[in-house]
């Protein structure tokens, strides 16, 4: 008796892309939510007459537009390093995640770089305590962008280079971030 041929194999599980993309959209909700509340106030304020932006407070522009500069750059080194590992090319990968998380780290000290050039203290009204909010919250995704990297590169490294699928996911959420920074530099950074 002639045993059956094996099945197809079954078809890969996702569940890391899903739960990225997933994290993107509340990302980009948190952030799209948080710029709403700042469009009100903003709005509210300019209706009572009033100014939104508090006389003393100067916004550096040059670290706001390296920052959105610097974006599409993280993009493009983790689309790099999806590219790379897709070649079995492990040093052009591990130095497109290494080059990632370093541009990172550089927009996180721009951002900084802002906040002790503002003028302004989280308790200085409700300009203030939304400023802080907003780049609280970007700053604390960023944190968590350079984590990420730092987890797939250590992956990469371990010996999983078959496992390509967190290098997309991490794409994904440098894209995501760059969509957010997007909205907060118009709406915090120009439109002020």
């Known amino acids: 008796m002639e045993a059956l041929p094996a099945g197809p194999a079954p078809a890969p599980r996702n569940q890391l892309l899903v739960g990225t993309t997933m994290a993107s959209v ?4 948190l952030t799209g939510g948080m710029l709403a509340v700042w469009a009100v ?14 006389s003393s407070v100067t916004i550096p522009e040059v670290p706001t537009n390296v920052m ?6 993280v993009c493009s080194f983790a689309q790099w390093a999806v590219w790379a590992a897709k ?15 370093f541009v990172a780290l550089l927009i996180l000290n721009a951002q900084a770089f802002v906040w002790n050039q ?15 909010a907003i780049t609280g919250m970007f700053a ?6 350079v984590v990420f990297t730092a987890v ?8 999983r280079t078959r496992e390509r699928e967190i ?26």
Not at 41 to 54: E, F, H, V
Not at 140 to 145: D, K, R, T, Y
Request: charged letters at 15%.
């Open 118 to 132: 503002i003028g302004v203290g989280v308790g200085d009204g409700e300009y203030g305590s939304m400023f802080y």
């Open 26 to 29: 509340a990302m980009l909700m």
């Open 152 to 159: 797939t590169a250590f992956r990469y490294l371990a010996g």
């Open 68 to 73: 959105l500069i610097a974006f599409p750059a």
């Open 41 to 54: 106030k903003r709005r509210a304020a300019l209706d009572a007459g009033d100014s939104w932006l508090p």
């Open 87 to 101: 070649r079995d090319d492990k040093a052009n990968t591990v130095f497109a995640l290494g080059t990632s998380a």
């Open 140 to 145: 604390a995704l960023l944190v968590a962008g």
């Open 167 to 192: 290098l997309t996911a991490h794409a994904i959420f440098w894209y995501a971030m760059t969509v957010a920074y997007s909205a907060i530099w118009f709406l915090v950074y120009v439109t002020k």
